[in-house]
Structures are given as structure tokens and as C-alpha cells.
């Protein structure tokens, strides 16, 4: 392998590694921070990337569409929250097994229900920023991967800030810790989760319409999705936004590398294979506390 | 500063187990109440009654604050810290995962705390200076004894009327007892608090308390209005001392 495919796919894998950040931000906090096994978080975005669809068909630019669907998202986040709690969370200890069940089953749901409505065929999106690149010496970096790394930038500053400068922000961090303890200082922590939860899926929403904006969609997605979420929140240790950063950088590099070397029918297996080797060796993930 | 808990006949308890029987007392304003009885008798179980954590069964708890009647029997308990109630519960209860100075913030949380919070975290920072030079540390690597400075502080972050603390001395080396059982009365003169210990230990707490209950069987066996009654009191040494 020469060097220069080597520094090539090294770029490209911090750029798309920036783009697995963006889509895996949501579930950092769902999963990382409240403790919801939320694996209809791949759905979700998936879900979204058809909204952008539905929207960009009225001619409605991917971006501004992921910012429209924002609102009806977070709704979406606090009922399914809602009814998890009431359902599973709050009849106690085993919540961990029975939600998984009812994820997986909102997963299914939402997958079906595109399928119905929308086909098994590939969608996409247009805009400006579709299809042409930025020519950078000899490499060619598409616009797509650079609204990508500004829009993961962007939300993990802003998450970062949320969440260390605001009480709302502190309690959604405290809340999994102790949950009685949350109450004893006058926060609701069944409120605190669900608006937690809201947020979360409101930045799914974002991640979904990058989705469609770097790549064609199809019902399936989420399965392919579903592993590097999960690869990227443990490796980069339960609830740490920049962490979660950094972890989808290192998920798109090593993709890109093996892509590189090895073709592209490996990649893939790594998401599968670093999240079982982070689990294995350092469970508590790269910044974990 | 008005704030007075009145507590009557209360029956409360866990499901089918009874831990309340009818008791009475009351916390008076300014006062420190000392909550004396051995592990069983029923003191974090009123503590929890009176944060709206347990429901009693019957009997009624009314609070007379800033002029108002409120029943703390119908309150949940973000609504009752919101009225001016802080508690320092039983074993601490931190965020062990989050920084001594994020917890501090927290503890801050109610509406009415968060136009005092530098005023408070100074304060803190200068009624107890190792929490300064820690504030960037995790709250659950510090010793016991600075996790109970840290509760009681996060406690004062709420800028409480009335002071509940459940169990300071527990898992606590005496000298560590002794310290944070001072700091109550020193934070307590400062604020001008109401404050009501419940405590196992108990000549560290006769230290501090103007008066003080004795329950037993959830019930208050012995009512004392001083300390040196409480300290003379045959149920006390039975209780305790096995005389």
C-alpha cells in the first residue's frame, strides 16, 4: 500500500468518522447517559433520512429539513420515553431485558412501516452540496463529508455546553447515577429522563438527515448502522460527547484503513469487531470514568 | 424567618409493615430537634415522610412557611425541596461519577437557589476549604468523611429554610463524626436554619441539639426540652448504655 492511498484513506476516514459521530451523538445520550437500551436508535435515524426525503421532494433543503423535523422528533423521543418508563423503567429491576424487547420492536415497526410507504428502493436527496467536492492537492474531499464534520463539530460543542453549563444539563448527566438523589434536590428525574430522551432523538434527527446527504437510504439501513452506534457510544465510554467524537473519528479511520487494504466487503466487520474487542479490554470505553 | 414542621398522629410504613404508630412532635423555628433511637424505630422513615418520599397512612404534617400552611403529606418531594426542605440523606447519596464542584451546582437546582448560587458556592468553598482545592475531583473518590462535608454543603446550595439531616456519623470515624456534627451547628448559626437530626450517636448529637425526641417502636417514647434532659434521661441510658 503506498502512502499516498494510505494518507487518502486516513482524510477520508476522519471525515466519515466525523459523520458516524454525528449519527451516534443521539444514542450517546440515550444510551450513555440515561441507561435506555435504545437499539431503535439506527431506526430512528433511518426514519429521519425518509422525513428529509419526504421534505426535500417539496424542495426543501436536506439541512434545513433535518432542522424542521427537530421538534416533531423530540415529541417522538419524550412518548416513547414516556412509555418505556411507564411500561418497563418504572416496574423495576429487569428493565434492561423487556426494553431491549420493545425497542427491537419499535425498530421493526418503523422499518415495515417504510417499507409500506416508501419501497425498497435506494432514496436519496439533492443540493449543492450533493455530488460536487473541494479539490485538496491531489485528493478530491467531497461537500457532503465537510457539512458532515461542521454539523458533528457543531453538536458536540453545543451538547458539551448543555450539558456542563445548564441545571437541565447537569441533571441529565446526574440522573442514572441516583435517581432518588435527583429528587432529593428538587429535580423530577422522571421529567429530567424524558426530556433527556427528547433531546436525544432530536439529535437523531440531525444525524438522519446527514444520513440521506452523505448516502442513498433503504428500509434496511439501520442494521448497518446499528453496530457502529453502538461501536462508537462504548468506545468512547458512556456519555462523553467529545469522547464520542473522537471514538467516530477512530471508527472511521480504521474502516477506511481496512477498506483500503483489504477491500471493501471487510469494513463492515470492524464496527462489530472494535466494539467487541472495547468490551473485552477496557469495557469503561476510551473516556469513560 | 418563619419555618415550623408540626407532625400528628402519623401512622406510615412499607406495604404490609407498619413503622409509624401515631406520632407527634414538631420542629419550632431555629430550633435544632435531635431524632434519637436506636437502628428500627422509625427515624428515616419520618425523615422520608416529611420530603413526600413515604405516604402515611394517617395522621397529617403541616409546614408554616413565609406565612403559608402547606401539608407535606400531599407534596412529592421536588415540590417540598422547592418550598425551602433540604435533606442530607442517609448515606450520602452524591453523583459519584460527576465533580464535588457539579455536585455543589446541583444542589443548587431549585428556583429559588439559583439567584444565590455564587454567593453559596463561596460560601461553601469557604466553610470548607478541601472541597475547593477538590472541586475538579470525583465526588466518589473522596473518603467518607469528605462525601458527608460535600452532602451537607450540597444541601446548603439550596438555600434551605429547614435543614433535615438523616444519619450524619454513619460509616464515619469518630473524630470525622464529631467534625461534620459541628459543621451542622456552625452552618445552621450562619443561615439561620430549622434542623432536624436524626441521629444514632447519641452524645455527638446532644452537643448540638436545643431539644430532642426519643422514638421507639414509632412511637416518641421520650420528649425532652433540653439537651441536659435528654442527658439525664433513664430511657436514654437504657436504650443505650444497657443500664
Known amino acids: 500500500m503506498s502512502i499516498d492511498l494510505l494518507l487518502e484513506g486516513l482524510i477520508f476516514g476522519v471525515f466519515v468518522g466525523c459523520f458516524y459521530a454525528a449519527v451516534s451523538i443521539g444514542l450517546s445520550i440515550a444510551f450513555g447517559l440515561l441507561d435506555v437500551p435504545h437499539i431503535a436508535h439506527a431506526s430512528f435515524l433511518v426514519l429521519a433520512a425518509y422525513m428529509t426525503f419526504l421534505l426535500g421532494s417539496y424542495g426543501i433543503d436536506p439541512l434545513l429539513a433535518g432542522l424542521i423535523i427537530l421538534i416533531p422528533f423530540f415529541a417522538l423521543g419524550a412518548v416513547v420515553y414516556r412509555f418505556y418508563y411507564e411500561a418497563f423503567e418504572k416496574r423495576g429491576t429487569d428493565a434492561g431485558v423487556r426494553g431491549i424487547a420493545f425497542f427491537f420492536g419499535i425498530a421493526f415497526i418503523v422499518q415495515v412501516i417504510l417499507s409500506l410507504v416508501f419501497g425498497l428502493d435506494q432514496r436519496s436527496v439533492a443540493a449543492s452540496y450533493i455530488g460536487s467536492s473541494l479539490g485538496l492537492g491531489e485528493m478530491r474531499i467531497p461537500w457532503r463529508l465537510i457539512v458532515a464534520l461542521l454539523v458533528a463539530v457543531g453538536l458536540v460543542l453545543a451538547l458539551n455546553l448543555y450539558l456542563s453549563r445548564t441545571f437541565q444539563g447537569r441533571a441529565m448527566r446526574a440522573v442514572a447515577q441516583d435517581p432518588w438523589a435527583l429528587k432529593a434536590i428538587g429535580a423530577n428525574p422522571v421529567m429530567t429522563k424524558q426530556w433527556a430522551f427528547g433531546l436525544a432523538t432530536a439529535a437523531t434527527a440531525i444525524g438522519g438527515a446527514l444520513l440521506i446527504i452523505v448516502s442513498p437510504v433503504e428500509p434496511s439501513l439501520d442494521r448497518v448502522y446499528i453496530g457502529r452506534t453502538f461501536c462508537v457510544v462504548v468506545l468512547a465510554g458512556l456519555g462523553s460527547m467529545s469522547g464520542t467524537l473522537i471514538a467516530g473519528i477512530m471508527l472511521g479511520v480504521i474502516e477506511s484503513l481496512v477498506l483500503t487494504a483489504f477491500g471493501a466487503s471487510w469494513a463492515p466487520a470492524v464496527a462489530f469487531g472494535l466494539l467487541l474487542l472495547v468490551l473485552g479490554l477496557r469495557p469503561q470505553g476510551l473516556f469513560g470514568r | 424567618m418563619e419555618a415550623k414542621i408540626t407532625v400528628r398522629d402519623l401512622y406510615a410504613g412499607y406495604g404490609a409493615v407498619q413503622v409509624l404508630h401515631g406520632l407527634s412532635m414538631e420542629v419550632r423555628s431555629g430550633e435544632t430537634v435531635a431524632l434519637l433511637g436506636t437502628n428500627g424505630n422509625g427515624k428515616s422513615t419520618l425523615m422520608k415522610c416529611l420530603i413526600g418520599d413515604v405516604r402515611p397512612t394517617h395522621g397529617s404534617i403541616t409546614l ?180
Not at chain 2, 78 to 98: C, D, K, N, T, Y
Not at chain 2, 196 to 225: C, P
Open chain 2, 64 to 243: 408554616e412557611i413565609d406565612g403559608r400552611v402547606v401539608d407535606l403529606t400531599k407534596l412529592r418531594t421536588h415540590e417540598a425541596v422547592e418550598l425551602g426542605i433540604s435533606i442530607v440523606p442517609e448515606g450520602r447519596r452524591l453523583f459519584p461519577q460527576l465533580s464535588v464542584e457539579e455536585n455543589l451546582l446541583l444542589g443548587a437546582y431549585r428556583k429559588a437557589a439559583r439567584r444565590n448560587i455564587s454567593k453559596n458556592l463561596d460560601f461553601c468553598y469557604g466553610a470548607f476549604p478541601f472541597l475547593k482545592e477538590r472541586r475538579r475531583q470525583l465526588s466518589g473518590s473522596m473518603s467518607g468523611g469528605q462525601q458527608q462535608m460535600l452532602a451537607l454543603a450540597r444541601a446548603i446550595m439550596s438555600s434551605p429554610k429547614i435543614l433535615l439531616v438523616d444519619e450524619p456519623s454513619v460509616g464515619l470515624a469518630p473524630i470525622m463524626v464529631s467534625q461534620a456534627i459541628s459543621k451542622i451547628r456552625e452552618l445552621k448559626d450562619e443561615f439561620g436554619l430549622t434542623v432536624l437530626m436524626a441521629e444514632q450517636n447519641f452524645q455527638e448529637a446532644l452537643r448540638i441539639a436545643d431539644r430532642g425526641y426519643v422514638l421507639v417502636h414509632g412511637k416518641v417514647a421520650f420528649s425532652a426540652d433540653s439537651a441536659v434532659e435528654l442527658q439525664d434521661s433513664a430511657l436514654i441510658s437504657q436504650l443505650y448504655l444497657g443500664g
